[in-house]
């Protein structure tokens, strides 16, 4: 079976079904592909027990059309469909009611009830009423309800009988699976792309109050400074300081550039773009990794940000970025 066309523009979740039927020596058999979010690709195979092991060519099968993800694939024989030495599974003639071991049972109860009442009389007291026994008591009771005869082991298949109708059959549940995470990927995308919204929002916050911050950096700054050589001036036998000297020109100018915040917003911003491009591409091998790597980018600039500046409102504004970069992110662990 040819492999199913390209996905359209757009990340895809991880979340996806697919099933298909296919026939085998004369039985049909139902198979389901689950997948559910994981790290890489995890593939497990439940196939039944007369095929041979096939899980070389399922893993082949789904990582051409899987790229990450918890998928398992199970292969179960359907009901009434067994052939070539197999019998019907499920059907109601596989449990039966024993109901001459019933009516013993029902009887001895109520030889006991008959016996405990004169006993109790007999002792002077008075036995306490017993409830009748009902239908679903007597199938409780070992031995009512039995299970028919399991029908014969079906004999063991060869590779070449089971191996082409699984691999078609695998393929197109994958193909449905795909489809499905397609379809979810396209919900998933408007709703990062309203976080990454967020995200631009704050950082336009953040960017508005930067020029401000600046200038009552450099206020405090040179406050400071007067300060510091006025306390210089008045301590006895003190050399004069000269406040344009080099060295501490160069101290002060370190202080400024380690409170500046532009390049962590400039880089948060080029973050937020790449994720946009990213989650727009649709790439075959997936992006979900990469988009993971970015918001750990994202937190990290938020972190710094804070860490270099002691105002009020850049704190609230941090700390809004650092939750709306957390919601973010655990959306896109369903990212392929």
């Given at each position: ?235 006895a036998g003190a050399a004069p300081l000269d406040p344009h000297e080099p060295r ?89």
């Amino acid at each position: 079976m040819s492999d199913p066309p390209p996905a359209p523009a757009g990340a895809r979740s991880m979340t996806g079904f697919g099933r298909a039927e296919l026939a085998v020596a004369g039985a049909r058999y139902a198979l389901e592909a689950r997948a559910l979010n994981s790290k890489g690709l995890d593939l497990r195979c439940s196939l039944p027990a007369e095929w041979p092991p096939l899980e070389h060519v399922a893993r082949e099968v789904v990582q051409a059309r899987l790229a990450r993800g918890k998928v398992e694939v199970r292969v179960t024989l359907l009901a009434g469909a067994a052939g070539g030495g197999g019998g019907a599974l499920g059907g109601a003639g596989d449990v039966a009611v024993d109901l001459a071991l019933a009516r013993e049972l029902f009887a001895a109860h109520e030889a006991l009830v008959d016996l405990t009442a004169r006993l109790s009389a007999e002792a002077g007291g008075r036995a306490a009423p017993q409830a009748p026994l009902t239908a679903r008591d007597l199938l409780a009771l070992p031995g009512v309800l039995t299970r028919a005869a399991e029908p014969a082991a079906r004999a063991p298949l060869a590779r070449e009988e089971a191996e082409g109708p699984f691999r078609e059959a695998l393929a197109a549940a994958c193909g449905e699976a795909r489809r499905m995470r397609e379809e979810e990927g396209r919900a998933l995308c408007a709703a990062l792309g309203a976080h990454l919204d967020e995200l631009e929002r704050l950082t336009g916050l953040l960017e508005a109050r930067a020029p401000a911050l600046a200038a009552e950096r450099a206020a405090r700054l040179r406050e400071r400074l007067a300060e510091l050589l006025a306390a210089h001036a008045a301590a006895a036998g003190a050399a004069p300081l000269d406040p344009h000297e080099p060295r501490l020109l160069t101290e002060l100018a370190l202080m400024a550039e380690r409170a500046d915040i532009h390049e962590e917003l400039t880089r948060l911003r080029a973050h937020v773009a790449h994720l946009r491009a990213l989650l727009a591409s649709g790439a075959p091998e997936g992006v979900g990794r990469r988009c993971d790597f970015l918001c750990q980018e994202l937190l990290r600039e938020a972190n710094t940000a804070t860490s270099k500046v002691s105002d009020l409102e850049v704190t609230r504004l941090a700390v809004d970025l650092k939750a709306e970069i957390e919601r973010l992110r655990e959306q896109v662990q369903n990212v392929e």
